[in-house]
């Protein structure tokens, strides 16, 4: 379990030093041509990359603490405690993009009376870094919402009797 706790206390710092140091390279304005627009958007992936991770890491200490507690830890946890934070991360970076693409919806009033997009300053951003978060967090279930999404938007059906194939 040790080799657990330490990657897990690892991944977090690294996560939390990558999460500051982007928020800090961020605009914290609206304005786009402070960064450049592309680069704004790359390193608001990152951010929300990073987010999703931290949710991981979390998730991984509940765990790690609700174990130790009942003494029931085996080795076959290993693999879900040391892929979570990659998995959290893509998670966080998957809503963040469900977000931009209209599948999800957030209404930040700043979003709708501006020409550039909610998610270029710092107060913005902060809505979807929240999801984003609470995405990695619980990414084992929201992996699982997304495969009923697709599930429900690319099933087969025959189109004689209407069941799926």
């Known amino acids: 379990?040790?080799?657990?706790?330490?990657?897990?206390?690892?991944?977090?710092?690294?996560?939390?030093?990558?999460?500051?140091?982007?928020?800090?390279?961020?605009?914290?304005s609206q304005d786009p041509q402070t960064l450049g627009g592309e680069t704004t958007?790359?390193?608001?992936?990152?951010?929300m990359f990073c987010a999703g991770a931290l949710g991981g890491c979390l998730y991984n200490f509940r765990g790690l603490t609700k174990h130790s507690q009942l003494g029931d830890y085996r080795e076959e946890y290993n693999l879900s405690y040391y892929l979570r934070?990659?998995?959290?991360?893509?998670?966080?970076?998957?809503?963040?993009?469900?977000?931009?693409?209209?599948?999800?919806?957030?209404?930040?009033?700043?979003?709708?009376?501006?020409?550039?997009?909610?998610?270029?300053?710092?107060?913005?951003?902060?809505?979807?870094?929240?999801?984003?978060?609470?995405?990695?967090y619980g990414s084992q279930e929201?992996?699982?919402?997304?495969?009923?999404l697709a599930e429900t938007l690319f099933a087969l059906r025959n189109k004689d009797s209407g069941e799926k194939r």
């Open 1 to 28: 379990m040790k080799p657990v706790i330490y990657y897990s206390v690892a991944m977090t710092l690294i996560d939390v030093v990558a999460f500051v140091a982007l928020n800090a390279m961020l605009p914290t």
């Open 41 to 47: 958007f790359v390193y608001t992936m990152g951010l």
């Open 85 to 136: 934070p990659l998995s959290a991360g893509i998670s966080g970076l998957m809503v963040f993009f469900l977000l931009l693409g209209g599948a999800l919806t957030l209404n930040v009033g700043s979003q709708f009376q501006s020409e550039h997009p909610a998610w270029q300053s710092l107060i913005g951003r902060m809505p979807y870094v929240a999801l984003s978060l609470l995405a990695g």
């Open 142 to 148: 929201f992996m699982m919402k997304l495969k009923d």
